[in-house]
């Protein structure tokens, strides 16, 4: 039987902040099973050390504990409980709780829990599909960078894209967001298993990169070359504190858009037409 590498993780005064210094890491999931105890589950025991070694560092205060779990379906146990979330006129649903056909608002994602894919529980996906619903992007090309569980994409080809493109570097990520394009009719979207840094793109009308405050700043020349002239670009991932730095980053483009869930960020930039 397979194991699964994870930490637990106690003490946690800033559980927030503990999800941002994870976000750098190959999680699988994290189970929070009280108020100040974690046990988070990755997908290899060279990430669980790594991130041990930097949550040490950043959160001293934490007690921190590997061990080996036992693979008895205890993924799909912890993610059973997840319900449909609604974003404005958007509802991410997990199968089991799709809501009946006259309580539906207009759009209905459903996606399937994985091991460390965005079902919209997250403030980071909720803030991306708020600003996705602001813009009217009707006929218009997106790119999705970090794919994860394809949800922003499925969302913008609802809303009315016309070519949707679905990246991520991490093959069991597009391999979920496969799955989840069959659940839901399988809508014209392209997904590719590639690196943003180094895979030829066509630019779009508007990018999508809910990823990491660190990331974000790192390849904002490169996501600047994905916008096409007037494109939109939606940033999430980052945090409060990480704001200034980031957008500082993209140069010349303006913040039209901004909003914040607890430490949360995610802006709009736009640049000249």
Request: overall charge negative.
């Amino acid at each position: 039987m397979r194991s699964w590498p994870a930490l637990d993780v106690g003490n946690l005064r800033t559980p927030d902040l503990v999800q941002a210094a994870l976000s750098d890491y190959a999680v699988a999931a994290i189970d929070e099973g009280s108020t100040d105890t974690w046990r988070v589950f990755f997908q290899t025991a060279t990430e669980r050390d790594r991130a041990a070694t930097a949550l040490h560092m950043q959160c001293p205060e934490l007690s921190i504990a590997p061990t080996d779990v036992p693979d008895e379906d205890w993924a799909a146990r912890s993610q059973a409980s997840l319900h449909a979330v609604q974003v404005g006129d958007i509802v991410v649903a997990p199968p089991w709780d799709v809501p009946a056909a006259g309580a539906r608002p207009r759009l209905v994602i459903v996606i399937k829990p994985s091991m460390g894919f965005g079902t919209g529980h997250h403030a980071t996906t909720r803030l991306c599909l708020a600003a996705l619903q602001a813009l009217d992007i009707d006929d218009r090309t997106v790119l999705d960078v970090g794919t994860g569980s394809g949800v922003l994409a499925l969302a913008a080809a609802r809303l009315g894209a016309r070519d949707v493109v679905g990246l991520d570097d991490d093959p069991d990520a597009i391999a979920s967001a496969q799955e989840n394009l069959e659940l839901n009719g399988q809508p014209d979207i392209t997904l590719q298993v590639a690196d943003v840094r180094t895979e030829d793109l066509v630019p779009a009308d508007v990018v999508l990169a809910n990823l990491t405050g660190g990331f974000l700043e790192t390849t904002a020349p490169r996501l600047r070359q994905l916008m096409a002239p007037g494109a939109r670009l939606i940033l999430s991932g980052l945090t409060a504190d990480e704001e200034p730095q980031v957008v500082t980053a993209f140069g010349s483009l303006r913040v039209e858009r901004r909003a914040q869930e607890d430490e949360w960020m995610c802006v709009t930039l736009v640049g000249d037409s």
